[in-house]
Structures are given as C-alpha cells and as structure tokens.
C-alpha cells in the first residue's frame, strides 16, 4: 500500500463529535408514565442527555431548589424573557407562568449534548415552531382508559374532581397523536423505555445531525480512488 497522503480531512471519530444535540420531548396524558420514563432516560444517559430546567414565577416550595427543579424568577423578569424572544416556549398555568429559556438549551445543542423535554402539547408545539428540525417527539399512551385512570387512583395524590379534570384534558390531548415523530403504548413500563432510549439512539445517527459527516465520507472516496487508480498501474 502507498505511503502517499490521503484526502481525508476528517476522521470518524471527529465526525461523531462534531454531532450537534436534539431535543428529546416526551409528552402524554396523565398516567401514561411520561414522567418515570424521562427519569429513567436521565438515569441511564447520564453522560450525554439533559434535563431542560423550565423558569417559573409560581413561589418556590420548601422542598425545591432553585436552579434544579425550576429557576425561579419575577413576573416581571418573565415577561422581559418572552418579549425578547428568549423563551422557546411558555404558558400561564393558574396564574403563573412557566417557560424554557433558549440559551441553555441552544448551548446544549452546540456542544453536542441532548435535552429532555418533559413538556405538554402545546409546549411541543411551540418548540416545534421555533427549532422543528432539532425536535424529535414521542407521545406516550397507557394500554387503556381503563389501565389510566387506576393508576391515577394508585398515585393517590389528586382528588376525584380532579382525576375527572385529567381524563377529560385526556381527550384533547390525544387527538393530537398523529402530530408527534413517535407513538409508545406503555403497557409495560421496561419495554416502553427501552422504545424512547432506542427511539433517541436512532435520532443521534441521523444525517443532518453531523455536519462533518460528509466531509468525513468524502475523504474515504478519494482514499478509495486513490488505491483504485494504483491498483490499475
């Protein structure tokens, strides 16, 4: 074989760290398993997803801490955030707003880190108008209405007028389903993670999500030209 120097420009290995992040949005009605399954996500991917940490104007609770369940901040510093487009997306919840502020994310992004996003409908729908192409989404589903509302019941943490309230924001919320990149029926909770982790894997090797990708497989074709044109001398 030649010792003569190669085109390549770009090694595998710079091709895969050039990668830049998604964002990973994980949505579904109330006692779907949403919520188990992001944390198990966080678990397991540890040295590669983040957990996008919303700001919010609600008081912050005694068992919270700022900066890890919620940044807390003004009304005032809130809507200063949403007029100048740092938000990627927001809403006013009972009286309060909640948002995703843009920089932490996009900085994120750029290193080549991915985001979670354990976010409602409409929160998926902004992110989809702001940053579609970096959005993959998965919309979770319990095997049955049935199946939900006994673990709503299990959870025991909501009241009977208020478990009525979910099942019946349950119906708007499904209808959306065919919105969503993704559909999980979570009818057990181990393969259904197993689904959203292969689901991100799968989402990291995608083309447009490494810029050097090409540059890497134009290297390997001028190699392979290069030995084809000494293999005919």
């Not at 108008?129 to 095997?143: G, Q, Y």
């Amino acid at each position: 074989m030649s010792d003569k120097p190669t085109g390549t420009v770009v090694t595998a290995d710079q091709a895969e760290a050039s990668r830049r992040g998604l964002m990973l949005v994980l949505s579904s009605p109330s006692g779907a398993g949403k919520s188990t399954i992001a944390r198990q996500l966080l678990a397991e991917e540890k040295e590669t997803i983040t957990l996008s940490i919303s700001v919010t104007t609600r008081p912050r609770r005694s068992s919270e801490i700022d900066g890890v369940h919620y940044h807390f901040i003004t009304p005032d510093r809130f809507r200063q955030m949403r007029d100048r487009d740092e938000l990627l997306e927001w809403a006013e919840v009972h009286g309060n707003y909640y948002g995703t502020p843009r920089d932490p994310v996009e900085s994120a992004l750029e290193s080549g880190r991915d985001v979670l996003f354990d976010i409602d409908i409409q929160g998926t729908f902004q992110l989809y108008e702001k940053m579609r192409e970096d959005v993959a989404s998965i919309f979770i589903l319990p095997p049955s209405i049935a199946e939900m509302k006994s673990r709503l019941n299990r959870r025991a943490e909501d009241t009977d007028d208020v478990i009525l309230r979910r099942l019946q924001t349950a119906v708007g919320e499904m209808r959306h389903w065919s919105k969503y990149d993704y559909i999980i029926v979570n009818d057990d909770l181990e393969r259904a993670f197993k689904g959203a982790r292969a689901i991100l894997h799968a989402e990291r090797l995608r083309r447009e999500r490494s810029p050097a990708i090409g540059t890497f497989i134009e290297g390997m074709m001028q190699d392979l030209q290069q030995e084809l044109g000494e293999d005919k001398d």
